[in-house]
């Protein structure tokens, strides 16, 4: 059941609350939900209060409030999520999206009010150049990114089918191309949702620069990586760690882009090691 809250623009977001205990916020990647939480937040809220919320433009919801679902925008959403529910310093974890959602939360409104953050599996810049090679697949250039949202306009589902279809896990490759049961789920979850919030949300995703969030985290940050990421994989989680002063880098062998789900047990075994632990030695 969902608990929504208004956010300062008047967008209504819906989260999921359940559980006991310190509290923890959930947030999910791009073009999902929160019920891709909800196996591990069945498990969590035996020693947490989980909020997992749908991110605005994501869900299915329809839009009352007066801004898109921009990266900044969201970020803002955040905080007041933490505000309307009085959460004192929260665990929050962020894959894909959700962590470049935490990103843009640390540079528009500080550490202060954040206990501790995980991030999973994600870059804090989307595109790359020259100077770059830690973005998508190693090698995503502005002009990938054009023909991608093209695509995406074109048609939706197989637009982002795509994007899953042609990264560097060969599994994800060889189910694309055979068209696995798998694909073909997602295909039509994806043919459910409206393309124009999602596309839009992509569009801030992919020009965001976050790199210069990662200096100024200055709480216990977990970092969990794919060793067979689908689009980044242990480079990037090592860049992220250099920049992240005493910051925790785990990589999870044979897992792609979402360690989490591909190893449930040894997720929710080191998340709770990090959540327990004195700040210094979670650091």
Known sequence: MFTPFTAGDGETIPVQITGNGPPIVL???????SHLWTPLAERLAHHFTVHAWDARGHGGHPS???EPPTLQRMADDLMDL????ALVRPLVVGHSMGALTLWAHVLRH???????????????????DDGWPFGIYGGFTVADNARLVARMRADFPEGVLHLVGHGKNPKARDAYERNSRGMQRLRERLAALAPEPLIACWQSLTAADLRPALP??????????????????PEVGAHVQSQIAGSRLL????????????RPEHFLEDLAAFAAAPDKAAA
């Open 27 to 33: 947030l999910h990647e791009w073009a999902g939900d």
């Open 64 to 66: 009352t409030g007066s």
């Open 82 to 85: 933490i505000d309307r529910f």
């Open 110 to 128: 500080g550490c202060r009010h954040l206990g501790r953050i995980c991030i999973l599996d994600q870059s804090p810049k989307l595109v790359t």
């Open 216 to 233: 100024r985290i200055t709480v216990p940050t977990l970092l969990i990586y794919g060793e067979a990421s689908n689009y980044y994989g």
């Open 251 to 262: 990589v999870y062998e044979h897992s792609d882009h979402a360690p989490h789900l591909n």
